[in-house]
């Protein structure tokens, strides 16, 4: 089974800067595209970043654009998004995700796996 395991969240000052992980194992990591997306309090799940297989292709939510960076170390099954100018409606859990296909997608439809998420508070 495709387990995908998050890490880094944590509490930050607005303005502030987290690096957020993504370990992957159970299928060949290399070969597919992954996504960031993440669920504020009350709110729906929201998508905030792909990547194609090869870290070639990148899509942004625009809310995230300019300030937040998703890539990947194929090598360690890991894929990160590093987070700066935190502003505290980026307050979420976040998540990781897979699926069927390889390249960049922003499309919740195409994740079939997720992980458990990771808790990230921006405070004033």
């Known amino acids: 089974q495709v387990q995908l395991v998050e890490s880094g969240g944590g509490l930050v000052q607005a303005g502030g800067s987290l690096r957020l992980s993504c370990a992957a194992s159970g299928r060949t990591f290399s070969r597919y595209g992954m996504g960031w997306f993440r669920q504020p309090p009350g709110k729906e799940r929201d998508f905030v970043a792909t990547i194609s297989y090869s870290g070639g292709s990148t899509y942004y939510a625009d809310s995230v654009k300019g300030r937040f960076t998703i890539s990947r170390d194929n090598a360690k099954n890991t894929v990160y998004l590093q987070m700066n100018s935190l502003k505290p409606e980026d307050t979420a859990v976040y998540y990781c995700?897979?699926?069927?296909?390889?390249?960049?997608?922003?499309?919740?439809?195409?994740?079939?796996?997720w992980g458990q998420g990771t808790q990230v508070t921006v405070s004033s």
């Open positions: 995700a897979t699926g069927r296909f390889g390249h960049a997608s922003s499309r919740y439809q195409e994740y079939d796996y």
